[in-house]
């Protein structure tokens, strides 16, 4: 079993639509949590931080549930150019982990 | 001022040989970290240094990589004896320290082993 896991997707959403991905990990022992974005053959970039007590950065959402080990994102209203894969990336001790993405389309 | 630079931007070679890759962090960044994507996978964490020191290396996947950096800048990636399996885009990232965020990527190198 990976230690961060991400459903690839794609998920193929019309523009405006809510969409929400999850990322679980396996190691209690995580420390803090992120989501990238990374656009087709484009070095990633952070999204946000994740943290317990949930945030938000505009049409975006992300929350950490530490009991069941997951972390989610939310997109709100949808862009065609919110079309991008989506990698959540944990840190633990001296390492960092990225999971393998969720593709995200959407569709005018 | 200028972001993550790396060098080449690809490189093919033949099975068997040694290719080094170059990774230019941001100036003033103490972090920089090695990450390989392979076709369709996610990035695979192989290797940090805060300053000079890399405390752990064990992501490395065998013992034909290996890496270093000087002078708390400029780090080099070596792939000793290549196999096709290698074959990846290796990315570099830097950060002003050791798990801050976000980590700045450089436009990787493309590796192709034949």
């Known amino acids: 079993r990976k230690e961060v896991e991400q459903d690839p997707g794609p998920f193929n959403v019309p523009e405006g639509a809510t969409v929400a991905f999850n990322c679980t990990y396996s190691?209690?022992?995580?420390?803090?949590f992120f989501w990238y974005r990374q656009d087709c053959r484009k070095e990633p970039k952070l999204l946000m931080s994740?943290?317990?007590s949930g945030n938000e950065d505009g049409r975006f959402t992300a929350q950490l549930n530490r009991a069941s080990q997951y972390i989610s994102l939310l997109i709100r209203d949808s862009k065609l150019s919110d079309s991008a894969t989506y990698l959540c990336?944990?840190?633990?001790?001296?390492?960092?982990?990225f999971g393998k993405g969720t593709r995200l389309h959407i569709l005018p | 001022g200028a972001g993550v630079s790396q060098s080449p931007s690809n490189k093919v070679t033949e099975k068997g040989k040694d290719v080094e890759l170059r990774c230019d962090p941001i100036?003033?960044?103490?972090?920089l970290y090695w990450y390989r994507q392979s076709l369709g996978q996610g990035l695979e964490f192989l290797i940090y240094?805060?300053?000079?020191?890399?405390?752990?290396k064990s992501g490395l996947p065998s013992d034909r990589f290996s890496a270093e950096r000087t002078g708390g800048s400029v780090s080099t990636l070596t792939i000793q004896r290549t196999q096709q399996e290698d074959s990846a885009v290796y990315l570099c990232?830097?950060?002003?320290?050791?798990?801050?965020?976000?980590?700045?990527f450089g436009d990787g190198t493309r590796l192709s082993i034949l």
């Open positions: 990232a830097s950060s002003l320290n050791w798990g801050d965020q976000p980590q700045h």
């Open positions: 190691n209690s022992a995580s420390q803090s």
């Open positions: 994740v943290y317990s």
């Open positions: 990336v944990v840190h633990r001790d001296d390492k960092i982990i």
């Open positions: 100036s003033g960044h103490t972090a």
């Open positions: 240094f805060q300053g000079n020191s890399a405390p752990d």
